[in-house]
């Protein structure tokens, strides 16, 4: 089946540096892609739509210049943390859509800021 | 403006028994619903999806879903649940075929031995 992964699973990071967080399609292409925030104990919370030679389109509320995302290829979308602080801390998740209306799930990455 | 609302933070059920997630949303087009499961520090398991077609969904694991919609209901079911069920369900919605997904809270599934 369809997977897609997400590098690293977790990272530790000191307080004003940059982290950055891939997602990838591994056996298909997927022009558009989906960052998502969740916080302990609660849902998920869509933050951008990652498209593949455009931009991001974000939701709002969503800093673009704190969560800058790069779609590279049609197997690779990127989100970047930018001067990370302690409130940034939360567990990230990656999808991709496959069928029409079917979202394929990264396994996440878990963020802490220290 | 769609929504969709699990109202149990928690289930209990106990092994072998049947276990029911409830989830209710509210759209103003067709609903494309979505069961997922989440363990602990892992990304959403895809369980099933009503799009149209027979009300009874069946999914991965044995679990199963009724779309009920003068209820605008959609809750997961098991007829025999395991401790390897216990996790974290999410049901959540499309518009109309839509990839933007809409998540309910989540409801923390405990199956006791």
């Known amino acids: 089946g369809a997977v897609v992964s997400q590098h690293p699973s977790w990272v530790i990071c000191k307080s004003g540096t940059s982290v950055k967080i891939e997602c990838r399609s591994l056996d298909f292409q997927a022009t558009t892609m989906f960052w998502y925030r969740q916080f302990p104990k609660q849902s998920l919370m869509l933050m951008a739509t990652?498209?593949?030679?455009?931009?991001?389109?974000?939701e709002q509320g969503v800093e673009k210049d704190k969560f800058l995302i790069n779609h590279a290829s049609l197997t690779l979308s990127t989100l970047t943390v930018t001067s990370a602080h302690p409130e940034d801390s939360s567990f990230y998740i990656c999808?991709?859509?496959?069928?029409?209306?079917?979202?394929?799930f990264g396994p996440g990455t878990r963020l802490t800021v220290l | 403006a769609q929504s969709v609302a699990q109202p149990e933070d928690q289930v209990n059920v106990a092994e072998g028994n049947p276990l029911t997630v409830k989830c209710t949303y509210s759209?103003?087009?067709?609903?494309?619903l979505f069961w997922y499961v989440q363990y602990p520090n892992r990304g959403l398991q895809f369980l099933l999806k009503y799009i149209t077609g027979d009300n009874l969904v069946k999914g991965s694991y044995g679990f199963e879903a009724e779309f009920n919609k003068s209820q605008t209901s959609f809750h997961l079911k098991k007829p025999s649940a395991l401790v390897s069920d216990s996790a974290l369900y999410f049901c959540a919605l499309n518009q109309g075929g839509g990839f933007k997904t809409i998540f309910g809270a989540g409801t923390r599934l405990f199956v006791k031995a």
């Open positions: 999808s991709a859509p496959i069928e029409t209306d079917t979202q394929y």
């Open positions: 759209v103003s087009g067709n609903p494309y």
């Open positions: 990652s498209n593949e030679g455009s931009k991001a389109t974000y």
